[in-house]
């Protein structure tokens, strides 16, 4: 009782500390300051990622963790529109706040909860190789594919499928398909050629896998 106790401790202080630093964060504040918060948020996800998970709290938890990082992105997504936003910072808000989404969901595996990490990694990889960083980019998009992967082995094959699910299921292509393109523009950048060469092949077969009018618009 004496530990759990002292993980629930350990796990409100932290969360009190993101809390606080993320309602900071949504200030305007200079590039440098928002650099440090951001700093402060990376070591307290750490952190986070270590609380051991089994007791009543885990949902508030999980909640708050989730909360932080959509607070975070939105906030990231605000800054964008702004034309004398730091798009370093904008990429790296995002990459801090998708940590944050991929730690609240470590142990929640729901289609729609893998699908919302996926969009969030494929925008933080893009995010990061617009500002010619193709080492963050490519962490990003190596979280991506780690959910496509789940995604795709609902993909359903058999020839009856309902409408719902081919455009599900075309949806999931089609991002698969972005995210080679990126994971090749990111080797390439990185001076990888055979990296690069894989993920482009592996771009053009998913690029024939789709239905022809989503793959001219793609």
């Not at 990490?117 to 963050?136: E, F, I, Q, S």
């Not at 077969?205 to 022809?212: I, V, Y």
Request: glycine share 2%; charged share 30%; with cysteine.
């Amino acid at each position: 009782m004496e530990g759990l106790n002292s993980t629930v401790n350990t796990s409100s202080i932290l969360l009190s500390q993101l809390d606080s630093l993320v309602k900071e964060l949504k200030k305007d504040l200079s590039d440098e300051r928002s650099s440090s918060l951001l700093d402060d948020i990376i070591q307290l996800t750490e952190n986070l990622s270590a609380v051991e998970m089994g007791n009543d709290k885990d949902a508030e938890l999980t909640s708050r963790i989730r909360a932080s990082g959509i607070a975070l992105w939105n906030r990231a997504v605000s800054l964008k529109t702004q034309d004398s936003t730091n798009a370093q910072l904008v990429a790296r808000m995002r990459h801090v706040a998708c940590n944050l989404t991929f730690t609240a969901s470590r142990e929640e595996e729901s289609k729609a909860v893998i699908k919302k990490k996926l969009a969030m990694a494929m925008k933080t990889g893009r995010a990061w190789l617009d500002v010619h960083n193709p080492t963050m980019a490519d962490s990003a998009l190596e979280l991506a594919e780690e959910c496509l992967e789940k995604l795709e082995k609902e993909i359903p094959s058999s020839s009856d499928q309902s409408t719902t699910k081919q455009d599900t299921s075309t949806e999931d292509q089609r991002n698969s398909f972005r995210v080679k393109c990126f994971r090749a523009e990111a080797a390439l950048a990185l001076s990888d050629e055979e990296k690069a060469w894989i993920y482009f092949q592996k771009a053009k077969e998913r690029l024939h896998q789709l239905p022809q009018e989503v793959a001219i618009s793609t």
